[in-house]
Every structure is written in C-alpha cells, then in structure tokens.
C-alpha cells in the first residue's frame, strides 16, 4: 500500500497518510505516459506557420532571359523557389495539431504519473492547505520548510485565490485543483504539494 507523509502548514511531519492503490499503487505505463504528453504538446501548438508558395508571390511571370546563348543557367520566372525571395516549395500553412485520446488512456496516464511520483516519494500531503494573506514569501517559506526547493505543482481541492496568487511569482511553482490534473502536469513540476482534501478529491474523482 503507497504511503506518503502528512505535513502541517509549518512543514512539520504529523504522520503518514495511505495512498489509494488503485490511483498511486499502479505500474506505470510508459507507452500511454508518452502518448499522453505528446498529445499535451501538439494541443499546445498553435499551428500559425505560414509561408508563400510559388503561385503566392508577387512578382512577374515574365521570363528573366532567354532560354539559351546567355552561358545563365535556365530561368522561367522570378518567383520560383530556387529564386532568393521566390516562393517556398511544399509551403508550411497554417493547421490544427491538436487531436484526441481516449477517456481510459487519459485515467491510465494520468494514474501512471501518480504512481511515479508516489514511488519516488515525491508527494508531500498538507492536513490543511491554506494561507491567511497573499504573501509570496510566507509561501516560498512554507515550501522551504517541508525542503522543497526548485520546481514544485501545488493542489488544492477548489481554486483557493490566496494560494495561487502567493505561489504565482516564485520560479518553478504552480497552482492547480485536484480535478483538472494532467499527467504532464504531474510529471514535469518536481514534487508534489497536495492538501489533503484534494488528496480525497483525487481518489474520489479517479478512482
């Protein structure tokens, strides 16, 4: 049974917490974690390339010179794409990269993450996840004393404001909710800050 340790807002450690099985217990699947981020990436791609083809730029289509007797190499018209500043061969336009997984690969992905991350111990789980006043050095203090330093993803179980406008300028840390986590999410941030209600709400929602 995966375990993770049970901290409080002073980074002291008050005991462990068990992990459910199901969601961090699992093998990880290394072929769905690499379909799943390389979907994340080409969702993220705005695909706005765009170049002229032949038949786009504006210029003459007269013949430069004659075919022959000149010692030139042939010529048709300006524009062609082995002209400086011709049009492009095979142009790049703009496209949609963007596709679909299905709803099982996302929850195996997404299980797998959390299942490496709880094996590297990696998941630091608050009793209870709040601050009083937006202070991003309480904060990164906060972080400081669980020994969290460099790249750190934080959940909370509702969008606390508080919370993520305190995390919001320190490099490295980001904000999100228990329900809208992503195995990229999960996988690129370092460790692990999970309140413990959105630890519920984790176990709750995936199981």
Avoid at 13 to 38: R, T
Wanted: aromatic share 8%; net charge positive; hydrophobic share 40%.
């Amino acid at each position: 049974m995966p375990k993770a340790n049970l901290f409080n807002m002073a980074g002291e450690k008050i005991g462990e917490i068990q992990l459910s099985e199901a969601i961090f217990g699992i093998e990880p699947n290394k072929s769905v974690l690499h379909d799943s981020v390389k979907n994340h990436l080409a969702n993220c791609r705005q695909g706005t390339q765009s170049a002229l083809t032949k038949g786009e730029v504006s210029y003459t289509t007269r013949k430069p010179w004659r075919q022959k007797g000149t010692g030139r190499a042939r010529a048709g018209y300006a524009g062609s794409p082995v002209w400086y500043h011709g049009g492009v061969a095979f142009a790049p336009k703009p496209r949609d990269y963007s596709y679909t997984l299905n709803k099982k690969v996302k929850r195996i992905a997404l299980k797998s993450a959390l299942s490496v991350k709880a094996a590297e111990n990696e998941i630091y789980v608050i009793d209870d996840l709040h601050v009083d006043e937006i202070k991003t050095k309480a904060f990164a203090g906060f972080l400081k004393n669980l020994g969290i330093e460099g790249k750190a993803l934080v959940v909370t179980e509702n969008v606390e404001e508080k919370v993520v406008k305190s995390a919001r300028n320190i490099e490295g840390v980001s904000t999100t909710t228990a329900t809208i986590l992503s195995p990229y999410m999960i996988l690129t941030s370092g460790k692990m800050v999970v309140s413990k209600a959105a630890l519920a709400k984790i176990e709750e929602v995936f199981a």
